[in-house]
């Protein structure tokens, strides 16, 4: 359990933990076991480029509305996600890590965990 803006999150092995721009969070283990996290943070002004793009303009932007996202799908879009952002750079990683956040964020949107605004 970890509080965050939207409360106390309580997230397992191969969850994935989504934050809002400005959200605090702590990050700290549930018990004496400790856990290692994988962690991208993006401008939030290219996220809300990459959603109005989806929505074809019809949402100014977007909220992640619950914290913890479940599901094996999404967990392998997050990794794949972060592998293309720390393996790659130039041109080929900017396309491979828009086309991967387009990605993630269907499925965040495909599970209502993102809302419009």
Not at 17 to 43: C, K, Q, S
Not at 57 to 80: C, D, K, N, Q
């Amino acid at each position: 359990m970890s509080p965050s803006g939207r409360g106390v999150v309580e997230a397992e092995t191969g969850d994935v933990i989504t934050a809002n721009p400005g959200e605090v969070h702590d990050g700290a283990p549930i018990g004496d076991g400790g856990r290692a996290w994988r962690m991208l943070y993006f401008e939030p002004q290219t996220v809300s480029n990459i959603f109005h793009d989806m929505t074809e303009g019809r949402a100014r932007g977007f909220e992640l509305s619950h914290p913890v996202v479940r599901g094996t799908a999404l967990a392998g879009r997050y990794r794949s996600l972060f592998s293309v952002v720390t393996a790659c750079s130039g041109t080929a990683q900017h396309m491979q890590t828009e086309e991967c956040v387009f990605l993630m964020l269907e499925g965040l949107l495909h599970n209502n965990q993102v809302e419009a605004i």
